[in-house]
């Protein structure tokens, strides 16, 4: 049975990081799989944020660009997504989630995700 479990939310002052890891369990993150962060803000819809692939190749939301970052533990089997500069508009619920895949992720992050956490929020205030 795989699990994905968020932590690393908070609250922030605009400008300042935070860190969230997703500790995988039931499937090897460095493994066939898409793993990728979403986020979700009441109201919204949800957003892919970032996402990396088996090679490690990476693609982000041009909203996050330049200030996030995705990275994976393969030893640890945890994906993390390290956010610095953050803004109000960051503010949501944050996902993990992975798909099985051999390819690349989904360049819209619209592929079929299965597996998904529970979230964990990040407030950030201005």
């Known amino acids: 049975q795989v699990q994905l479990v968020e932590s690393g939310g908070g609250s922030v002052q605009a400008g300042g990081s935070l860190r969230l890891s997703c500790a995988a369990s039931?499937?090897?993150?460095?493994?066939?799989?898409?793993m990728g962060w979403f986020r979700q803000a009441p109201g919204k819809e949800r957003e892919g944020v970032a996402a990396i692939d088996k090679t490690g190749s990476i693609r982000y939301a041009d909203s996050v660009k330049g200030r996030f970052t995705i990275s994976k533990d393969n030893a640890k089997n945890i994906l993390y997504l390290q956010m610095n500069s953050l803004q109000s508009e960051d503010s949501a619920m944050y996902y993990c989630a992975a798909y099985l895949s051999w390819g690349p992720c989904s360049r819209d992050f619209q592929s079929p995700y299965k597996y998904w956490g529970q979230g964990t929020q990040v407030t950030v205030s201005s």
């Open positions: 039931g499937l090897y993150i460095y493994g066939p799989y898409c």
